[in-house]
């Protein structure tokens, strides 16, 4: 028998990297908030590797926290190495990557979790949602209680009708062999959602001492210390190694055998597979070619032996997937502690969201996460924080935050997912992002910081920190285009040092910067700064110089899209009243219900002259109601 439990102006479902960030943000900005999830154990879990960060991936956990989410600070706190990607080339890809430790990051979220004001935990399952004319009020959980709310947010992950899978092997089952929801599944279908199917995987988890490292690469982590947080001040300098091993013609040859035990050949999984992470027997039917594929032996945490084996995901059976593993170089005697898995699960398709990620279909309800269609814990949690804090600013009566594609790669992953949809697990690229060289590491918190002060996650104190730290950016560019160096014997020397040619004549610092070989440091060495400037700052300044031209460039095209996203769609267009539009073009438009005309130019299907017709729609439908008023 159902009834009646608390009321909260926002309902999180599910406690992952999504429903994490959904829930503080929500609570954080002032909502009476519930986080609900299946278990208390497995909060901000990490089914698969136990990473953060990487290409695009780290920008975006640098966006989050400079928003005011907390997933930068918990990997500052818990990791176990932390290594700097793509220093060879140039500073849009640069890319910090961080090895965790599984379960002092789940116990660190947990508590930041447990003691935040207004964010109360409980587990239970959610079994559907309390409607009322098209409208979520809240949700009923498997023990018939009934929690209402002004808005709810779903980050159920991969637990949606999901089913693992091993060889012939297959049952109901979440990652890692938690429960599975499976009614809300089906009521997701009952109020008419588009739902899809797809598939992702994970590595058996090896034994250390059952490993010979001593055959592979070591791959160690920075010796200068790294943060995602900008907030962090106390580095852990105490890591551990990861290694690097390689598959072989044997490994090959003996997944070629067993082909036919492989699920995904065999018509077992049904799903949809993520492009950029396909299992170990997917690569060696797809890249025949290649002799070798990269394997990396990474530990899950300090006080476990248990070793990640990244590079090796699959889904062939228990007995295949050990002597494939005793093929390869240094894992001659490796010990499985957990077999490697695929996972089916339900995910809504993302064209069904607004850019708030609001559902399009039921009013107050907001989704996040995998649930949407996307791979890996830092694409998530990006939503979740998205979804948390647009939740929240309806509760308020407040319009919701977007970010546009050349703010963040939050705003590319979120426009990609609302405007393109996607028809398997959508991983975050750099190269999605036509503005790369805008949104780097290097420069989130100048880009976000005042949005998250806005909206109240940024504190006082730290955006004060940070209005100083632009002040001095700015004073020290201002001192390098008004400084001019002289070929004095002591400037020419430093310029013969580092490779590059004398000056003849007094020369901007401003311009001398841009050289190749300089760097700010050099520019200091010629003339020091009166005051103390800090590596971000000096950095900054760098970038900013160096790269001015190609900036100048990107900000013009930014430009000229901001005019396309501020025409904005009006409400009384009627896509199916429009001449001249293609059939495709009309069928998309009414799919996806644009908000604004650089929304529309970016669907797959609708071309220029397709905008040209909907651009003179709006523009004599104004006048016409412009006329009827």
Not at 175 to 197: C, K, T, W, Y
Not at 384 to 400: D, E, F, H, L, T
Not at 462 to 478: G, L
């Amino acid at each position: 028998m159902n009834y009646r439990a608390n009321d909260y102006d926002v309902i999180v479902i599910g406690a992952g990297h999504a429903g994490c960030e959904s829930a503080l943000a929500a609570a954080r900005m002032g909502c009476e908030t519930l986080l609900l999830t299946l278990s208390l154990d497995t909060i901000a879990y990490m089914p698969c590797n136990p990473s953060v960060g990487g290409p695009a991936k780290g920008h975006v956990v640098r966006e989050i926290d400079a928003l005011g989410g907390e997933m930068a600070k918990v990997i500052d706190k818990t990791h176990i190495q932390m290594r700097m990607l793509n220093t060879g080339k140039g500073p849009a890809v640069y890319a910090l990557r961080a090895q965790a430790d599984k379960v002092l990051y789940q116990r660190e979220l947990k508590r930041v979790i447990e003691e935040t004001p207004n964010l109360t935990l409980h587990q239970n399952m959610v079994e559907r949602f309390l409607m009322e004319d098209g409208v979520c009020r809240g949700v009923v959980t498997r023990t018939g209680a009934e929690y209402y709310s002004k808005t709810v947010i779903l980050t159920t992950g991969t637990y949606l009708r999901g089913r693992i899978i091993i060889g012939d092997l297959s049952y109901e089952s979440g990652p890692n062999n938690q429960q599975p929801s499976i009614n809300l599944a089906h009521h997701l279908m009952e109020l008419g959602f588009d739902m899809v199917r797809f598939k992702t995987g994970t590595p058996p988890r090896i034994n250390k001492r059952t490993i010979d490292t001593s055959q592979m690469e070591i791959q160690p982590g920075d010796d200068v210390p790294r943060a995602f947080s900008y907030e962090t001040t106390e580095y852990n300098m105490d890591q551990l190694p990861c290694w690097l091993t390689y598959t072989n013609e044997d490994t090959h040859e003996y997944i070629q055998q067993n082909l036919h035990r492989a699920p995904m050949y065999s018509g077992e999984i049904k799903g949809r597979g993520p492009r950029y992470c396909p299992s170990i027997e997917d690569k060696i039917v797809r890249f025949a070619d290649k002799n070798r594929h990269q394997i990396f032996i990474e530990p899950e945490g300090r006080e476990t032996l248990e070793m990640y084996v990244q590079g090796l995901s699959t889904s062939l059976p228990e007995d295949v997937q050990l002597e494939l593993l005793r093929t390869i170089k240094g894992l001659e005697k490796a010990e499985m502690m957990r077999t490697g898995y695929a996972i089916e699960y339900d995910a809504i398709v993302p064209t069904q969201l607004w850019p708030s990620l609001e559902t399009k279909l039921v009013e107050n309800l907001f989704t996040a996460g995998q649930i949407n269609g996307t791979s890996g814990y830092e694409e998530a949690a990006a939503q979740g924080i998205m979804a948390g804090i647009n939740a929240a600013r309806k509760v308020q009566g407040k319009s919701p935050v977007v970010l546009d594609r050349s703010q963040a790669y939050i705003g590319v992953l979120i426009d990609d997912l609302v405007t393109k949809g996607t028809e398997e697990p959508y991983r975050l690229l750099t190269s999605r992002a036509e503005h790369r060289l805008l949104l780097r590491h290097d420069n989130a918190d100048l880009r976000l910081t005042d949005i998250g002060y806005e909206i109240g996650l940024i504190s006082k104190e730290r955006y004060q920190k940070f209005e100083a730290k632009k002040e001095a950016i700015a004073r020290e560019i201002e001192r390098l285009r008004e400084t001019k160096i002289r070929p004095i014997p002591e400037v020419q020397a430093i310029l013969e040092r580092m490779g590059t040619s004398e000056i003849h004549n007094a020369v901007e610092l401003a311009n001398l910067i841009k050289r190749p070989e300089l760097g700010y440091a050099h520019i200091a060495e010629m003339s020091p700064s009166s005051e103390e400037i800090s590596e971000d700052v000096a950095e900054q300044v760098e970038i900013q110089l160096k790269y001015e031209g190609y900036i100048k460039k990107s900000l013009q095209q930014v430009e000229k899209m901001r005019k396309m996203e501020a025409k904005r769609i009006p409400q009384w267009v009627d896509y199916t009243k429009i001449a001249g539009i293609s059939s495709e073009a009309r069928e998309k438009l009414m799919l996806v219900r644009p908000v604004s005309l650089g929304q529309a130019s970016r669907i797959s299907g609708v071309n220029p002259a397709d905008i040209s017709i909907l651009m003179v729609h709006m523009e004599q439908g104004g006048k016409a109601v412009q006329k009827a008023e």
